[in-house]
């Protein structure tokens, strides 16, 4: 497969580029450790990864990171799994996310934002104080390092707090959503055992107050080894029977007491969408999610003590863990607590505004759906502020960095970013010295060894392949909870291809090093024995007007045969008439191939999700080979169990 696309989109004017945080790192490192001087990122990306050593050394000490104890070495065993990063070194991730406290008191560390969408600023010094206090209490409360320390709770000021006291003391930290249902929650904490756990009585989302005492009943029930827990009235109502209470907690004036830990100590566990069996618990250490973040938001984002960052998120996607990193580049964080669509579909354009946001991180869905509902981000709000927009979540269609350009800035710089949970990172995206090309990534991150590889692992270039990663990285988990032997984590990315990580998403890796993601790997569509990936027929078929989300399938067949439905959800109003039927055919044959048509069109009442909102395709896959729901779904980690029902009688109906 070939990626035309001859003009870039953007291009950062020579001013934006000596400004950039990444080019003033080449150039240091090329005076203090041996990188290139010349040759531009490409040459950096090329040296990072043949110098790993090197470049992390680097980083750690251009971003001034504070070892109380130093480190023996850079890399102690290189493999995968199991790379040792910085032994010997300890820190403390919190005390780098404070540091910002001791040059800039009494500026905004976080604006919080709820559906009124007035903002309201907390100090660094304030932050600082809340987190000292906290953290007194949590070790009154004999809560230790490793430790678990769990938080059901929106995306609030209360929720860093707890997060980063959890850090200063060296406890574990892990968090659910409160839309996430008990069993939901159940499925992720009693894994971990936690000790103590935050909770709000509700949250307010679309306009409406969500009462959630009942799940807080059944948590602190089903969640035998809790010690303490701190009740947080979002709703204004009284703290249960034995919950103690937040303001008590943090109403004191002390400097926190950061625990110095060793660099692979657990930060946090962060849990995979568990859509089929119980969801991965995975965790990450504090010295390797610092370092990479540095890299990712001080060097690709190019955040700095002069930015607002706003990303979309709940506290049950990593983009919560992420956005809260901020902090580390002293950057001002936007919390945004409430419905991504209200009062309407702008709404989070509005929030960008209100904040003066620089940088703005959003879903592919989210855009598409502007797109859709006739939204003029830059007619109806004032985003001079805003100097880039990110997405992820799933790959951006083409149209949408096209509708981004056209609707918000024609100079806006469009990062379309890849990683996952499972590395709390980017394997490929935002480089803020490189052109945008609509439909790709503008290239894989600094230390990460993004390749394009084909069943018989040769690497490929302007050809799909499997996205693997040839070198560890530092925030790759150090392991799953409750896997003695490794063996999970070892299945999960590492038995396709000995000692290299496969992510499971199909890829181009353009020939000017650009990156084209296609959609998972693990539900790929067969036609022919030509493979491809379903985030290709997604946005071909979702720029009809008549279609608001579709889903793909294809199903190997008993007798040899493959079956290829594609599920189509209607935006209220529209018929799927031959009309129809005939234009989402030639869409497809026309922008695609012939072969990419499906064998049949359905419409469906709606598509159903992870709780995170990624569209699922593998269990819905198994329900139609005729697997009973239970053993095809975890029903906790859907957020509409209804709409699998009609997946499931269809499959009843075929057979």
């Known amino acids: 497969m070939s990626i035309v696309n001859p003009q870039p989109l953007w291009q950062p004017d ?18 203090n450790h041996g990188a290139p001087a010349n040759g531009g990122y490409a040459a950096l990306h090329r040296w990072s990864v043949d110098e790993l050593d090197t470049f992390w050394k680097a980083l ?24 040792q990063w910085f032994p010997g070194a300890t820190l403390n991730y919190a005390e780098h996310a404070l540091r910002a406290a001791e040059t800039r008191a009494a500026e905004p560390a976080l604006l919080h934002v709820d559906e009124t969408h007035e903002p309201r600023p907390v100090t660094w010094s304030e932050l600082r104080r809340q987190v000292g206090s906290l953290a007194a209490e949590l070790r009154a409360l004999g809560v230790r390092p490793g430790d678990r320390v769990s938080g059901y709770l929106p995306n ?9 006291a959890t850090a200063a003391v060296g406890g574990v930290w892990t968090s659910c959503a409160p839309d996430f249902g008990a069993r939901s929650v159940l499925d992720r904490f009693q894994q971990v055992e936690p000790v103590v756990l935050f909770t709000v009585d509700g949250y307010r989302y679309g306009g409406k107050e969500h009462d959630r005492r009942d799940v807080v009943t059944e948590l602190r029930r089903e969640l035998p080894t809790l010690r303490a827990v701190v009740h947080i009235p979002v709703l204004g ?3 249960p029977e034995g919950a103690l209470e937040w303001s008590t907690l943090t109403a004191a004036d002390v400097a926190p007491v950061f625990e110095q830990v060793p660099f692979d100590h657990p930060l946090w566990v962060l849990y995979s969408s568990g859509t089929t069996g119980l969801p991965k618990a995975i965790v990450q250490s504090q010295g390797g999610i610092l370092v990479e ?11 700095g003590p002069e930015d607002r960052f706003f990303w979309y998120t709940s506290t049950g996607w990593m983009m919560w863990n992420f956005l809260v990193s901020g902090l580390l580049t002293g950057t001002t964080i936007v919390l945004y607590d409430g419905s991504p669509g209200y009062p309407d579909t702008g709404a989070q354009w509005r929030v960008a505004e209100r904040t003066e946001a620089t940088l703005y991180g959003t879903s592919a869905a989210y855009v598409m759906a502007c797109r859709k509902a006739d939204v003029h981000p830059a007619r109806d709000f004032d985003l001079t502020k805003v100097q880039c927009v990110a997405t992820t979540g799933s790959p951006l269609p083409p149209d949408g960095f096209r509708w981004l350009h056209d609707e918000v800035r024609d100079d806006l710089w469009i990062a379309s970013v890849s990683g996952g949970t499972d590395v709390c990172s980017c394997f490929a995206g935002a480089v803020p010295t490189l052109p945008v090309f609509v439909g790709e990534l503008q290239a894989p991150g600094l230390g990460t060894d993004l390749q394009s590889w084909d069943p018989s692992g040769k690497p490929v270039i302007d050809e799909v392949g499997e996205l693997v990663v040839t070198n560890p990285m530092p925030s790759m988990p150090i392991y799953f909870w409750n896997d003695p032997d490794g063996s999970r984590y070892h299945d999960s990315y590492f038995d396709t291809y000995p000692g290299v990580w496969r992510h499971g998403d199909w890829i181009t890796v353009t020939s000017r090093g650009s990156v084209v993601i296609h959609g998972r790997s693990d539900s790929t569509l067969n036609r022919q024995g030509v493979r491809m990936g379903s985030a290709d027929i997604y946005e071909a078929v979702e720029r009809l007007p008549e279609i608001k989300e579709s889903l793909v399938i294809g199903i190997e067949q008993p007798d040899g045969g493959y079956w290829m439905p594609l599920f189509v959800h209607l935006v209220p109003g529209a018929t799927l008439d031959e009309a129809l039927l005939g234009r989402i055919k030639q869409t497809i044959r026309e922008q695609l191939s012939p072969r990419h048509v499906p064998d049949e069109i359905i419409e469906v009442p709606g598509v159903p999700h992870t709780l995170t909102g990624k569209r699922i395709e593998v269990p819905v896959k198994r329900l139609l080979q005729g697997t009973p729901l239970e053993k095809a779904v975890n029903p906790g980690s859907i957020d509409n169990l209804d709409l699998l029902h009609f997946y499931e009688e269809l499959a009843r109906k075929r057979d």
């Open 14 to 31: 020579p001013q934006h580029i000596a400004r950039a945080q990444v080019t003033r790192f080449q150039a240091w490192a090329a005076e």
């Open 60 to 83: 750690t000490e251009w971003f001034d990171v504070r070892f109380s104890t130093p480190y023996a070495r850079v890399l102690g065993d290189r493999s995968m799994p199991g790379a």
């Open 156 to 164: 609030i000021p209360q929720a860093v707090v707890a997060l980063l």
């Open 237 to 239: 109502s009284e703290a």
């Open 293 to 303: 973040h540095l890299k990712q938001l001080g060097l690709h984002c190019d955040l």
